[in-house]
């Protein structure tokens, strides 16, 4: 997910593209320089690669901070192949008062913190007009992603904000751009509803949280990740944002970078979107697992290819 240049509010968007594609332009650069021959290890295959990098003509530049981590929702009930690996590293249960991760992140400062991931788009911030009570993720096979819809409390929220601002992270907050739509056969129509993010933004401006970043929807971009959003909806949905923090921020100097659609690349898509969407964003964003998805990893780790 690359945050170029955010530290420089409404910063020139053609930028941010032109660093996007260099990005991409040296992805299938170093795909054409490799060299691929197979081997045999204990009866294993394995692939040696050589990749040359030409050090001498930078392509693309980065914030001389650019460092940045994410602290995901998923709750300890989060299991995949028998495992529960999240335990109590949620958004919700990270335990704040934590010595060492104090540290870390101060050491790491500004660190640039999402706070986002899959069910953000199932979530409901406890102010303004929300669903009552504000309770907790609960697993339901049933429900789109393994759980019900979840809840973030203000009196969380304030923690997660005060630790923050402690430890000198900048936050990128992960709105969720389901709100207001339904869901028919993979594909959330409608318009977004940003009554409950905008009350979240308001709350936060009232008490002086720094907000570096928001961010609409996660993975709900091209195919999407279970269920995805149509690109003319998603630019509409992107304008409303704009419009929301416009008028949320009309006092406040340096305004939040306005950032989406986190999701995976796909070129019909993300043109369209940038066209469409150009007025109203600063930053996009794209997710990338060069690694595969759980379920390849799985595959390796049974077959101890990893
Ligand atoms: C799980 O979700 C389904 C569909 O939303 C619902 O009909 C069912 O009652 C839920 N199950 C439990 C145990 O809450
Ligand atoms: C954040 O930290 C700064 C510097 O430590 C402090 O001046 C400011 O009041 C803090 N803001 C909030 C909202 O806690
Ligand atoms: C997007 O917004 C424009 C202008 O408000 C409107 O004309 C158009 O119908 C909207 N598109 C969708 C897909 O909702």
Known sequence: MPYTKSDE?????????????????????LYLNNHHSSTS????????????????????????????ATIDWWPPEKCDFGRCSWGKASILNLDLNNKALFNAIKAFSPLKIRLGGTL????VYEIGNYPRPCSQFAKNDSEMFGFTQGCLSMTRWD????????TGAHIIFGLNALHGKITRQGKAIGAWDPSNSK??????VERGYVI??????NELSGN?????????????DTRTLHNVIEEVYKDIEIKPLIIAPGGFFS??????????SSDSIQVITHHIYNLGPGTLYFIYCQNKYL
Request: aromatic share 12%; hydrophobic share 40%.
């Open 199 to 204: 009350a979240l933004m308001k709350y936060s």
């Open 267 to 276: 070129t019909e898509w993300i043109s369209r979107f940038i066209d469409k």
């Open 9 to 29: 509010p409404h910063h020139s968007f053609s930028y941010q593209i032109a660093y996007l594609v260099n990005i991409l332009g040296l992805c299938s650069w």
């Open 159 to 166: 923690e997660l904000n005060i630790f923050m601002n402690n």
């Open 212 to 217: 570096h970043g928001w961010e609409l929807g």
């Open 41 to 68: 290890t204990k009866g294993v295959n394995a692939i040696n690669s050589v990749a040359y990098i030409n050090g001498g003509a930078a392509i693309g530049k980065i914030d001389e901070d650019f460092i940045c």
């Open 224 to 236: 999407g990740v279970g269920v995805r959003i149509d690109v003319d909806d998603y630019a509409n």
């Open 120 to 123: 953000q788009d199932k979530m």
